[in-house]
């Protein structure tokens, strides 16, 4: 009995093997700027064998310093220029879409995660990749919202700030909570202090949600993410 369980524990390992090989997730990352989340993202892929394949980092800035740390980690780069274009514009994200196609990062099996994609993208891109996109924010959600949430937070006086990883939905950094961490505001903190101490949080919650979902142990339940 013992060996017959043995034996199909063994069996189950392979069916699921075989399963998690036909599932492989596609990775899109999309940057602006340095890219230092992009990094820890691409990194831990590797170091943690996190079942996705790094398909593409695409930038709408041409001179994104995260394009080259890419390159060197071996990971093809697209850039998609948006000077010129509207935020939110399904014109400009259709260019997006289109780059992702190419690389065969598709709704049923692709993972699009903004790392500092300093544009909103639009609802027609939401809607296509419904469940699939993940964004980071440098603040505990609902708190702080939009744009320089580090200094919201010293200006503001709160005594704990942190990071949030969230799916994207049609709201700005409304999408449901992944995984947060909680940083503490010192007195003497500056928007530059408080943002280094919560990128070193952002640089390990973001691949561990990437985890979480390429191994498909999270759910939404409404707006909760729940674990399965
Ligand atoms: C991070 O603070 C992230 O939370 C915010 O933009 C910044 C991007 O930094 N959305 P990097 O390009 O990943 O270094």
Redesign the pocket.
């Known amino acids: 009995m013992y060996y017959l369980s043995l034996f199909l524990d063994h069996k189950k390992d392979v069916y699921l093997h075989i399963e998690s090989s036909q599932i492989m997730i596609n990775l899109a990352i999309l940057?602006?700027?340095?890219?230092?989340?992009?990094e820890a993202i691409l990194r831990a892929v590797k170091r943690e064998k996190i079942p996705v394949n790094p398909a593409i980092v695409i930038s709408n800035k041409p001179d994104a310093k995260?394009l080259k740390v890419a390159q060197k980690l071996g990971v093809k780069t697209a850039v998609v220029e948006s000077s010129g274009t509207k935020g939110g514009s399904w014109e400009y994200d259709q260019k997006i879409v289109s780059v992702l196609e190419q690389n065969n990062v598709a709704p049923k099996n692709g993972l699009v995660c903004?790392?500092?994609f300093?544009r909103i993208i639009s609802p027609e891109f939401i809607r296509r990749y419904q469940g699939r996109i993940l964004?980071?924010?440098?603040a505990i959600l609902p708190a702080f919202p939009g744009l320089h949430s580090q200094r919201q937070a010293v200006e503001y006086g709160v005594k704990f700030s942190g990071?949030t990883v969230h799916f994207v939905d049609e709201g700005v950094d409304t999408g449901p909570i992944i995984l947060q961490s909680v940083v503490k505001v010192k007195d003497n903190d500056t928007e530059e202090s408080l943002?280094k101490r919560?990128?070193e949080q952002?640089h390990k919650v973001y691949p561990e949600a990437v985890k979480l979902f390429a191994e498909g142990r999270i759910k939404t339940k409404g707006r909760k993410v729940v674990r399965v």
């Not at 964004?135 to 440098?138: S, T, V």
């Open positions: 940057i602006s700027g340095r890219g230092s989340n992009m995260g903004l790392a500092g300093m964004n980071i924010h440098p990071c943002s919560i990128l952002e």
